[in-house]
Every structure is written in C-alpha cells, then in structure tokens.
C-alpha cells in the first residue's frame, strides 16, 4: 500500500534510534529508519523536532471485526481516509476501525454499508477498481446529487458434534446458510439521503435445527431510512429515521446478530453529534418482526425496545515509557424492553430443574467502556450496573434487577516482528443470581441483543450471564492479507446457586453443582482473498469439565467455513 508523503524542504535529517510515534491529529508518518527531522540553525528558536518509528503499517483490512483487538494490526488516522478507506471523515473519531464515531467498523467496507464514504469518486481519475462506478453514479451534471449501490453476500457452513454441550438431540449436525443483502444510497446534496436495503436468506443440512426467520427469510427490506445532516459551528450533527442499524455500544453488549442470516435492525430516531474531541448519541428504537413468511412483510416488534444515550471522549494523548497512548472513553445508558419469550425469567425448583416465568423484562445498563492503543500496548476496560424490573404476566408478581458485568482485555503487540505477534488476556464477568429464590432481586445478567458472537468462545455454548470466563489471546498476521487468532477461555459459573447459560437460555443440568464449567480453545483464520473476497475458518473444541459431563453434557468439536463477497 502506498504510504502518504510529507515534504520538509527546509529540513535536514539526522539518523537516531526509532523511540516512538509522535501524531498530530490526524498525521501519522512511518519510515523504513528513524529519523529526527531539525530546523536550520538559523531557526533554532522554532526548532521542530519530529521522532518517527520504523515500523511500517500494513493495508486496511476489507472486512473489519468489531473491537480493535480483532484488527489484525493497528491502523493510524491517515490509513483510513479515502481513496485507501471509505470510513466518513469523523477526524478524531477515525482511528483504528472507525468504531469511536458510533456507526460500527468501517475497512475497505463496513458493517453497516450505509456508514462508508465514497464522494471522492466523484473525481473520476480516482476509480481503480471495478465496482467503482457502482459506488457513485452522479444523477446530475455536477454530481451532488447521487447515488451508490452496495451488495453483501455470504455462504456459511458449519459442523457442530454436540450441540449446546449434548444437551440437543441433533448430533453431528451440518448447517449450510446463504444471505444476501443489496443496498442504494440516495445522496441529494450535502444535507439529505435516503438508504434503501434487501436481504434474503436461505438455510438447510442434515441433522439440522432452529431454523427459523432469522435464518430463513424470503424477499424483504433489511433497511429504510432517511437521514439529514447539518454542520453547526465544529459541530457535524445529523438526524435518522427508519428501520436501521445501530452499532453504537460496545460488541460484547449488542452487535448485528452475525451468526443468523437477518441482521438485527430497529425501527425509530436518532440523533448525533461529532465535535472535535467529543460526541453524542440518542436514540428510542422499537424491534423489527421478522417472523411473517411473505415477502415484504416484515413490521414492528412492539414488544421490543431500544433507547439511551452515549457519549464518548477522545481522552487527550499520554504517555507510560515509550508508549504514547490514544484512547476514547465512552459513558453510556442503553435501556431495553423485551416481552413474550425473550422476557421470561429463570427459576430453579427444589429438585434443581429451571423452569421459566413469562413476562416483561425492563433493564437499564449504566457504564463505561475505556480502550486505547499504543505502538506496542492495547487495552480495554468495561463495567456495567443493569437495574431494573421484572414482571409477569397476567399477575401482580413483580421483582426488582440488580446485575453487573464487567469486561477487560489488555495485551502487547510486536509490530515489526516477522508474524506481527499480539498477546493478550480477555477477561468477563457476568453476574448471576440464586435462582431458587422466588422473591428479592434478580441478579442475574443478560445480553439479549445478540452481543458480537465470538467474543465469548465460538461454539455458541456459553452465554453472558452468570459466568467467569477469562482467556489468554495470541493474533499472528504473516502477511497483508491473512491472520490467525488462537484463543482459549477458561469458563466457570459466577454464582454456585444460578443456571449456567447459552446464549439463548438456561441449560437443564440439575446434576451439575459445581463452579468450573469448561476450557473452549479456538482458532480463527481469515484470509482477504481480495478487496471483496474474504474466507474465514473458525475451528473450536469445547472441552466439558468433569461436573458437566458428570451431569449429562458432553465436549465437542464445532467447525465453520465463511466466504463472503462485498462491494
């Protein structure tokens, strides 16, 4: 990839040791040496000094994770403006995958298609690629008013030997699922757009199971809405409306729901604001119903609901050693609502079985998230209160939430070694309750939005709630365009008297009374075969501990094969 120039005609250099990065906004260099660049002596009361590493950096990845840790390697501000990444121009929101501006991670392409930029192929002497005249098609003579097309396709097929730790029937099942989504991004000046989104979804296999709308969907709208911007002093701000993505909060909390075929999307306002070094966020969704089976049927999930307010920081540069350090901190409230299945309350019986309780379930999340990179050093650093009520239905019985979680990785990256090696440790703690209390606080954690799915372990066996898991991470990137990660949860129960749980409910393991649940090393490979081919591999065993499979459950292996196409 071509590295960005910076001319210092008046200038001379002198050879030194590469000691760090020092980063304007927005600008940083790198060398094949270090240098320190000096003014003439005859400016020596200006002198400028400027220390550059050596470590080149590598391309943008085309298909970003969620999280920077998932980022193969880091990228500086400058990497991911176009014509090298299509991320919108945020200014200090822009480092690493772009996630700090609230639209989810943007490489090549994005997560979310509507939240790419690709006005400067208005310059026509800047298409190199083959799709690019579909990503801006001018409407009229001057082109502010235009249009640009994106499509999204995916054919997934996984092997699990013992679903959800043998506790369903359908062993040695085969999975094979297509999605494929196209979207049009109306532009009409500088202030209005309008984005329009298909998805359709296919699934089949043998020993196969929970097929259902989120897997299965025939013809339907993924996404609609309008949006109009509006620049206020230094203040970029923007209103949205309609059925759409929300990626603003951290992927452990709520994601896309990427496992399934139909993304999770939401139906309501938004409103931001990006300044300089701090932004804001507000937004009352509703759910989208994807249960109906005609096409173009899809509507809104009443029972379902989204609200709350984020605001993140661009926290001012410092330094520990060598480290120059760039960080955001982000303070939010995400409140939801969920009734009929996903509202129900776990309840263990005197004979240890768990049974649920129908209901509506309203909870409130309070917290932080804290991350930030370094030339070497990475880290994260979350912690959650959710609070709130429970009540069933069709009675009077009621009960108060009180539950917490909390979520750190923290690791040291080699940039100029041969693999570009990366370890680290990921830990999470989700509180759990004694469920076979029938009155007092539910202390119990839940994460209903289908959080980013490998962040826990691949296989899907274990959920966010009542759980311990702490795992060490290795991330080696040999080349520009392949990584493996190497991950390895170890997995205990928080609490003694509380279910341990999947990720969409809690397991019937009346014999299991002990703490440790489980170790679920994991690999994932993941090749950019080009800028719109990539092929990733997850290869999973969940090792059961001896009071699992004591109590009925069963280790296994899990397999998965991904190949998408994007443009």
């Known amino acids: 990839m071509k590295q960005r120039r910076r001319s210092f005609s008046s200038h001379r250099f002198t050879k030194s040791r590469p000691l760090r990065v020092i980063c304007t906004t927005g600008f940083c260099m790198s060398f094949s040496e270090g240098y320190t660049a000096e003014t003439p002596s005859s400016a020596a009361a200006s002198e400028e000094r400027i220390t550059v590493h050596h470590a080149e950096r590598p391309a943008i990845q085309n298909f970003p994770r969620a999280g920077f840790i998932e980022q193969a390697r880091r990228l500086t501000a400058s990497q991911n403006i176009a014509p090298v990444g299509q991320q919108p121009k945020w200014g200090n929101f822009n480092r690493g995958n772009g996630e700090g501006s609230g639209f989810g991670p943007v490489g090549r392409y994005g997560i979310a298609p509507w939240a790419e930029d690709w006005s400067y192929l208005r310059d026509k002497r800047t298409r190199k690629d083959f799709f690019d005249p579909l990503k801006f098609i001018a409407l009229n003579r001057d082109g502010t008013i235009w249009l640009s097309l994106s499509g999204r396709s995916r054919a997934r097929n996984w092997y699990n030997q013992f679903p959800m730790l043998g506790t369903n029937t359908h062993s040695h099942s085969g999975r094979f699922t297509t999605r494929n989504m196209l979207g049009a991004d109306l532009h009409i000046g500088k202030h209005v757009r309008v984005f ?19 897997f299965r969907k025939r013809l339907d709208v993924g996404q609609l809405f309008a949006e109009y911007q509006q620049t206020i002093g230094n203040a970029r701000t923007g209103i949205i409306f309609g059925r759409q993505q929300f990626l603003d909060a951290p992927s452990y909390i709520m994601y896309d729901r990427e496992t399934q075929n139909v993304q999770l999307t939401w139906n309501g306002p938004r409103a931001y604001a990006v300044l300089p070094h701090v932004r804001f966020d507000a937004y009352d969704f509703v759910g989208t119903n994807i249960t109906p089976h ?6 809104q999930d009443w029972t379902t609901r989204l609200y709350g307010f984020d605001t993140t920081f661009d926290v001012p540069a410092f330094n520990i050693g060598n480290q120059h350090i760039r960080s955001y ?24 079985i768990p049974s649920t309780i129908t209901g509506a379930t309203t909870r409130n999340n309070l917290g932080f998230r804290w991350y930030g990179t370094a030339h070497n050093l990475e880290y994260a650093l979350g912690a959650l209160w959710q609070g709130g009520r429970f009540t069933q239905y069709a009675s009077t019985y009621s009960r108060n939430v009180s539950a917490y979680a909390i979520n750190t990785t923290l690791g040291y990256r080699y940039p100029t070694g041969l693999l570009h090696p990366f370890a680290g440790l990921q830990t999470d703690l989700y509180s759990g309750g004694n469920e076979t209390r029938s009155k007092g606080k539910v202390n119990t954690y839940i994460a209903p939005f289908s959080p980013q799915n490998p962040y826990l372990d691949y296989t899907g066996y274990v959920g966010a709630g009542n759980l311990v898991s702490v795992a060490p991470v290795l991330i080696g990137s040999p080349g520009g365009s392949v990584s493996l990660k190497i991950k390895a949860p170890l997995l205990w129960r928080q609490k003694h008297g509380g279910s341990l749980y999947s990720v969409n409910s809690a397991y019937n393991l009346p014999k299991f009374h002990g703490h440790f649940v489980g170790i679920a090393p994991n690999g994932l490979f993941t090749w950019a075969i080009s800028p719109h081919l990539n092929w990733v591999q997850d290869f999973a065993w969940f090792e059961a501990s001896r009071g699992i499979r004591r109590a009925g459950g069963k280790s296994g292996a899990f397999y998965q094969s991904t190949f998408s196409f994007a443009f």
């Open 196 to 214: 329009g989104q298909l998805i359709n979804g296919t699934a089949a296999g043998w020993s196969g199971y929970g097929y259902n709308s989120t």
């Open 329 to 352: 901190l982000d303070l939010f409230w995400i409140g939801f609502h969920l009734g009929g299945k996903s509202g129900t309350l776990t309840h263990i019986s005197s004979s240890n």
């Open 294 to 299: 005609a096409m173009f049927h899809d509507n």
